[in-house]
């Protein structure tokens, strides 16, 4: 639905307009649909975070843990410089362990994650728990999980 996609990506881009931010990241994989965009029309780069050995480059790692075993992801290791802003795109938050990685591969670097917004939360799981020392933003809230 056109008006759909354009109301997610509008209300997810408010949200970054917000803050002061030098770099939009976006996970793999619906992070990169809302995210690109939302890096296009405020002209500023967009980094992938990506699962373990999809990128070229030298990397840098965060394992974490799932409800069902573990996961690695990773990102280009000169993505991020020392001091730039951050803003993690993602499109959804249920126990919050994939974007905390995110946030500790980008703080590794030496950016500083700003905010993090999600287009839904199940707020059921408490990932927001495991972001609370984080500035996090949702579009939608679902109660349950």
């Known amino acids: 639905d056109a008006d759909g996609l354009q ?3 509008d ?18 994989s619906r992070g990169f649909i809302f ?6 029309n405020l002209h500023k780069p967009f980094v992938p975070i990506r699962k373990k050995g999809k ?3 030298e990397t840098v790692e965060e394992s974490y843990d799932l409800e069902y075993g573990s ?16 803003v993690i795109i993602d499109d959804l938050i249920a126990t919050g362990g994939t974007v905390e ?18 287009l839904m939360e199940l707020a059921g ?3 927001r728990e495991k972001l609370a020392k984080y500035d ?10």
Do not use: N, W
Not at 35 to 40: K, T, V
Not at 101 to 118: N, P, S
């Open 55 to 57: 990128l070229p480059l």
């Open 7 to 9: 109301l997610a990506i």
């Open 136 to 145: 996090v933003k949702s579009v939608i809230r679902y109660d349950g999980k």
């Open 71 to 86: 996961a690695t992801i990773e990102m280009h290791k000169d993505s991020i410089k020392p001091g730039q802003k951050v």
């Open 35 to 40: 995210g690109m965009p939302i890096a296009y």
């Open 101 to 118: 990685a995110c946030a500790k591969m980008i703080e590794r670097l030496g950016g500083e994650v700003t905010r993090i917004v999600f």
């Open 11 to 28: 209300e997810m881009q408010h949200f970054v307009e917000e803050v002061d931010c030098d770099v939009i990241c976006g996970t793999e």
């Open 125 to 127: 799981l408490k990932g």
